[in-house]
């Protein structure tokens, strides 16, 4: 959100006097007006100190100048107008002679040439500068045209200020900024960091109220952070979006769901927001609320079903999902897109809905059917198929996919090599698509299988190493090192293949394989070692072994100045040091590159948490205030260093953080939507304190934002996800305020939202039991493994539902033997899944083993730090997966162990 604020300009250039306030103090007239005087003095080395001194006082020395053009003196006027012109140019003392230069030229310029002049400005970052040409800019209708591309140009003369230290210096260029909203949040957020924001309050108080000081006061009343306060002056000017924010915080979504209501424009969000609003904050009769909710559910959908529009569909299906009526759905989601469905249907353990919807047999039941559905299949991907991502191929691949999916290894590779055989008798390049896609889902050693099988017809190994692991210097070298040996190629691509970790269970000869190319460049120069350690430092990154990674950009991080010039590796040693949280290695990377990162807040403050990690605290807490000042209460950077201090321990900070973020948004800005799903999906901060109220308001309004569109597509998983949780968190506050009879309704509902995924493990299943709610408990964990074992009936070797039901006993605590047996086979199925020898060391924590939890852990740990995952992964997902799994280890080594008894927390919520 960017507002304009029609702020009127008096003469002064600080805030007081552009809202209307009087005109400020004159601190510096004792110094400057002695000054003006000796530029009169007979001496004319006196007069030209004198010219000097008053020119470094910048702007604030202008209104004595203008006094002094008027001097009958004729060099007193004469250096009086000299100086008011360099000072309006923003020319100083200490300005680079190309700088002034070019503003020297600006006044000669029409508006084209002025802009020219100030993107050449910008680009050698001249900030401050601009900032004052602008602001003395005299032609109304060519500052608006050049403010158009150059909005932002105080913020960032501020952080310049801000890194020098100076932060009066940076108030005062907030204060000559285009009056934007962003803008006039930095300046409040600096008053509040310097500790002048209330002594503005006081003052701006004591105007007669008009729009500009209402707007400035809001400001500074939601920057200070102060609830009361800002709802007294909310309720006075009858403010109903800020109330509705300081309601959320106070723990009552009611206000932020009337204004949601107020946005909503189409009729099935409409009757989404009614339907959670009769649910989710019913605190009645729960029978009547359901019965309100069923018809606007069937309201909904029977709306839904005469459009063929998919966007039109969308606010259907957000409701539907959100409000826990995602079976009825179904019908209405496959037309919108089967894939999506199907694939939404086997994540929350519905294979056989999956297939059907699909359109294709089952394997298991039907294998004739199947196989000749396959070949038909084929023969239409070769004469109907425009492209290689749609159509018939796409299902076949989709189909492969799931059966592997579910530990029906040979029926993935029969599916495919029906596929392959006539795509290769076809020689469409097509073939190479449909192996190169393999590793992503986990049949790397099958892709490599596929490969040799074809054989090396027309150079086909040479081209799959690039089309695998990509074609750069640094895999092509590696391959080269490898070919140089006297092996047929096909022992030679075994070998890349097991080096680049297509075979998760060949680490060690992998690490065998890298030790030899290396000491083969080795002899070869000390030119060829160190390329090939950023060639292995590649390829161990492509391969996911990220600390391998790390291992060899610490090597080369010793080598001086004979890798100055190597391209941007400072960069992925940072990323790397980040990602695996090794802090000594980010506080060395970034101390690298410090000149090329000190203007970026996120990457501060990562400096700033590291320090502080290798207990440099007075260092960090340093560089961590002067990262989250430099961000100017800038909402993606303010909120993205609260997450890493959420990550890094820091939690309450965190919270802090998200709460100052919030309280200057209303609930329909994308800005606090944004920042909720911080607080509430995202962390479950209120969840895991056991602050009901304020856990089921977030929840509840992120249930309700949920339903609007935020120009993303329809994510079944979010939607799904948000209600449960508004559910979930509401039926806990009823609990605890004693409407047992509602409560036990709304977690019956998230439950039943929640079968067939892992979510009821998180918090669900540890939350119920600190209830009386014994009998409920027992119930709905029976039916959710019930649910789950129903599915492993018919996929036994499916190691993903192994591990979820093992996931959910071990939460739940129940059933630990059964659990124990499905964790153990989903690691004999997937020996190096991290996710699967967590949840090992989960049931052996629930069964108080703490030297078996702690030792799976860190086989978890390692399992996504090496590359011995049994999937690739995206780096980030695979950075993730680190941290949560390196928490967890910590959780085993010094947590209590979980009571499996179900009975009242004594514990205060």
Not at 591 to 620: C, H, T
Request: zero cysteines; glycine letters at 6%; proline letters at 3%.
């Amino acid at each position: 959100m960017t507002k304009h604020l029609s702020i009127v300009l008096a003469s002064s250039l600080v805030i007081s006097s552009q809202i209307g306030a009087e005109p400020p103090a004159e601190p510096r007239n004792s110094e400057i007006a002695p000054l003006i005087r000796k530029l009169s003095h007979p001496d004319f080395q006196t007069r030209e100190d004198a010219s000097k001194e008053i020119w470094q006082f910048g702007v604030d020395a202008v209104p004595y100048l203008e006094d002094a053009s008027k001097s009958k003196d004729p060099e007193v006027a004469a250096r009086a107008e000299v100086l008011i012109r360099n000072i309006a140019a923003g020319i100083l003392p200490n300005t680079p002679p190309e700088i002034a230069e070019l503003i020297d030229k600006y006044s000669q310029n029409n508006v084209n040439g002025k802009l020219a002049i100030l993107r050449e400005l910008s680009d050698k970052r001249a900030y401050k500068q601009m900032l004052h040409m602008l602001s003395w800019e005299k032609n109304n209708a060519h500052r608006d045209l050049l403010l158009r591309d150059f909005r932002n140009i105080g913020l960032l003369a501020a952080r310049q200020a801000i890194l020098k230290n100076d932060l009066d210096e940076a108030i005062e260029l907030l204060k000559l900024s285009p009056r934007e909203e962003n803008t006039l949040r930095a300046l409040a957020f600096l008053l509040k960091r310097t500790g002048k924001i209330d002594d503005e309050i006081a003052r701006i108080q004591k105007f007669k109220a008009n729009e500009n000081i209402d707007e400035w006061l809001k400001i500074l009343l939601q920057i200070k952070g102060d609830k009361k306060l800002l709802k007294q002056f909310a309720e006075n000017r009858g403010d109903a979006d800020v109330l509705s924010t300081v309601a959320v915080l106070d723990g009552d979504p009611v206000p932020a769901f009337d204004l949601i209501e107020g946005q909503l424009k189409d009729s099935a969000s409409l009757a989404g927001l009614k339907m959670i609003r009769s649910t989710v904050l019913n605190q009645g009769d729960p029978k009547k609320a359901e019965k309100k909710a069923d018809k606007l559910a069937q309201a909904i959908l029977d709306a839904a079903q005469s459009t063929q529009n998919e966007r039109e569909m969308e606010p259907a299906l957000r409701s539907l999902f959100a409000g826990g009526y995602q079976d009825m759905a179904g019908e209405l989601f496959s037309r919108y897109d089967d894939t999506q469905y199907s694939q939404y249907l086997d994540a929350y353990e519905r294979p056989t809905q999956a297939l059907e919807v699909m359109g294709i047999p089952s394997a298991k039941d039907a294998p004739k059917e199947y196989y000749d559905w396959v070949k038909d299949s084929v023969k239409r991907s070769i004469t109907e198929d425009q492209d290689s991502e749609s159509g018939h191929q796409a299902r076949i691949l989709e189909a492969a996919i799931f059966y592997f999916s579910r530990g029906e290894v040979e029926i993935a590779r029969s599916t495919l090599k029906e596929l392959l055989i006539v795509l290769e008798k076809e020689g469409l390049d097509r073939w190479h698509e449909v192996v190169r896609s393999l590793p992503e889902a986990g049949m790397s050693e099958m892709a490599v299988e596929f490969i040799l099988e074809r054989g090396n017809a027309n150079n086909d190994l040479d081209n799959m190493v690039n089309a695998l692991y990509g074609d750069t210097l640094a895999i092509n070298r590696i391959w080269k090192s490898l070919r140089d040996r006297e092996n047929t190629i096909e022992k030679d691509f075994v070998d890349m293949s097991i080096l680049m970790g297509m075979y998760r269970s060949k680490l060690a000869e992998g690490k065998k394989l890298e030790a030899y190319v290396l000491e083969k460049a080795k002899k070869s120069g000390r030119n060829a070692y160190i390329d090939m350690l950023f060639s292995l430092a590649e390829a161990a990154t492509v391969r996911n072994d990220l600390a391998g990674s790390l291992d060899y950009y610490r090597v080369i991080s010793k080598l001086g100045k004979e890798v100055a010039d190597r391209g941007d590796w400072r960069s992925h040693y940072r990323e790397l040091a980040e990602g695996l949280q090794s802090w000594k290695d980010y506080i060395s990377a970034y101390e690298l590159q410090e000149n090329n990162l000190r203007e970026l807040p996120v990457e501060m403050a990562k400096y700033a948490i590291s320090l502080k990690k290798v207990g440099r605290n007075r260092d960090g807490d340093e560089q961590l205030e002067k990262a989250v000042t430099m961000t100017l209460s800038i909402p993606t950077e303010y909120n993205e260093i609260a997450l890493l201090l959420y990550g890094a321990g820091y939690k309450d900070q965190a919270i802090q953080m998200w709460e100052d973020t919030l309280i200057g948004f209303k609930p329909t800005d994308w800005e606090f939507h944004y920042t909720l799903q911080y607080m509430g999906l995202l962390s479950r901060y209120h969840i895991l304190k056991g602050d009901w109220k304020m856990a089921s308001t977030v929840a509840s309004v992120e249930a309700a934002l949920s339903l609007k569109n935020l120009s993303r597509d329809f994510s079944p998983a979010y939607s799904l996800r948000s209600g449960f949780y508004a559910f979930f968190t509401s039926g806990m506050l009823d609990y605890h305020s004693n409407r047992k009879e509602v409560a036990i309704w709304k977690l019956h509902k998230a439950h039943q939202m929640g079968i067939g995924d892992g979510l009821l493990a998180d918090e669900f299943y540890p939350s119920m039991r600190n209830t009386s709610l014994a009998k409920e408990y027992d119930a709905w964990f029976g039916d959710a493994y019930a649910f789950l074992e129903k599915v492993l009936q018919k996929y036994p070797n499916a190691h993903n539902t192994h591990n979820t039901i093992a996931w959910l006993g071990s939460r739940a605590v129940r059933n630990l033997e059964g659990s124990l047996t499905h964790a153990q086979k989903a690691v004999e199925l997937a020996p190096k899944q991290g996710a699967y020898l967590d949840t090992l060391a989960e049931v052996y924590f629930a069964r108080r083993d703490r030297r078996s939890a702690v030792k799976w852990s860190q086989a978890a740990v390692q399992s996504v730090s090496d590359g011995s995952m049994a999937y690739q992964r995206a780096q980030d997902t695979v950075y993730k997966s680190h941290i949560d799994l390196t928490d967890q280890m910590k959780r085993f080594k010094t947590e209590e162990f979980p009571s499996a008894e179900v009975k009242p927390s004594t514990k205060k919520n």
